[in-house]
């Protein structure tokens, strides 16, 4: 399983607990971590985010803390878990480029048996930022067969923008009945997955 991460702090934390239990229950023999080189925004994950992380927990004073740390360290140290970064997290291109700016990290990907992409920034460019009619399939929007990788992907979104995709019929419409700024709002969310083969 790959995991694109989005923001470092709690939600990092969030994160990692999720990549332990994927391993835990045997849904995944490795998790590859994927954090940005540099920040998009302030907050997104990066390499030195996971290290700080690790120490922050490894001196806390609740026991709880420091055993996640010991596992996760562990995890890390035989490579159940592995941090792999790449440049193109953070380049100005939508995913439908990714073929043709890093293939090497499409061909990374697509090893994995499932990809889950975290947060609002990579899910604007996995449906290429547009504002597509929201019941426009996400499969769809997001390329298609032509689109971001050839297996499986899972997107985990608070929605902070307006591209949107792949909602049942009138969803939007009584969403915006009971808020007009759904789309940006961020108390709404969504987790969409995709079957490409």
Not at 37 to 50: A, G, L, N, Y
Not at 102 to 117: F, M, N, Q, T
Not at 140 to 162: E, I, M, N, Q, Y
Not at 175 to 194: F, H, I, M, N, P
Request: net charge negative.
């Amino acid at each position: 399983v790959d995991f694109v991460l989005d923001n470092a702090g709690f939600e990092l934390f969030s994160d990692l607990c999720f990549a332990e239990w994927l391993v835990e229950a045997r849904y995944a023999s490795q998790v590859v971590l994927r954090p940005k080189c540099m920040p998009w925004f302030v907050s997104d994950t990066m390499p030195k985010d996971i290290d700080w992380l690790l120490e922050w927990l490894h001196k806390h004073e609740n026991s709880t803390f420091r055993t996640r740390a010991e596992r996760w360290t562990q995890l890390l140290k035989t490579g159940a878990w592995v941090v792999r970064p790449h440049a193109f997290w953070t380049l100005p291109h939508s995913f439908r480029r990714m073929r043709d700016i890093a293939p090497d990290l499409v061909e990374d990907l697509e090893r994995s048996s499932l990809v889950i992409l975290k947060g609002d920034l990579n899910y604007r460019k996995l449906v290429d930022d547009r504002l597509w009619p929201t019941t426009t399939a996400f499969a769809t929007a997001c390329g298609g067969a032509d689109g971001f990788v050839h297996v499986p992907f899972a997107a985990l979104r608070t929605l902070k923008s307006d591209p949107v995709a792949g909602l049942p019929a009138g969803v939007a419409e009584a969403t915006g009945a009971v808020e007009a700024s759904w789309r940006v709002s961020g108390e709404y969310g969504l987790v969409q997955t995709s079957i490409v083969g």
